[in-house]
């Protein structure tokens, strides 16, 4: 199984940018999805996360302005983002409860946004 993100790039604060994470392979299943992120010299911090069935969380600093969401038929989740401020600025990752000969958690290479002021 693998998972990949994408979507990231520049945009002006204020702006919006919608991030995915796909995952690919054969007889798995996703339980809970989640968008982490990891400023420079900073630690990686939960954004949000989002179970199978739907039910959402968030930190505290996005509520209100990311959304996150997920497609179950496609292995997919994103994170829409809008109102994006300069300290949104980080390598966004996604992380994945994956079901498959077991259960472990999967990360997908990160994907940069940045925000200017």
């Known amino acids: 199984v693998q998972l990949q993100a994408s979507g990231g790039g520049l945009v002006q604060a204020g702006g919006s940018l919608t991030l995915s994470c796909a995952a690919s392979g054969i007889n798995f299943r996703i339980n809970d999805m989640a968008w982490y992120r990891q400023a420079p010299g900073k630690q990686r911090e939960l954004v949000a996360t989002i179970t199978r069935g739907e039910n959402t969380d968030y930190a505290d600093s996005v509520k209100g302005r990311f959304t996150i969401s997920r497609d179950n038929a496609k292995n997919w989740a994103y994170l829409q983002m809008n109102s994006l401020k300069p300290e949104d600025t980080a390598v966004y990752y996604c992380?994945?409860?994956?079901?498959?000969?077991?259960?472990?958690?999967?990360w997908g290479q990160g994907t940069q946004v940045t925000v200017s002021s």
């Open positions: 992380k994945a409860a994956i079901v498959y000969r077991g259960m472990y958690d999967l």
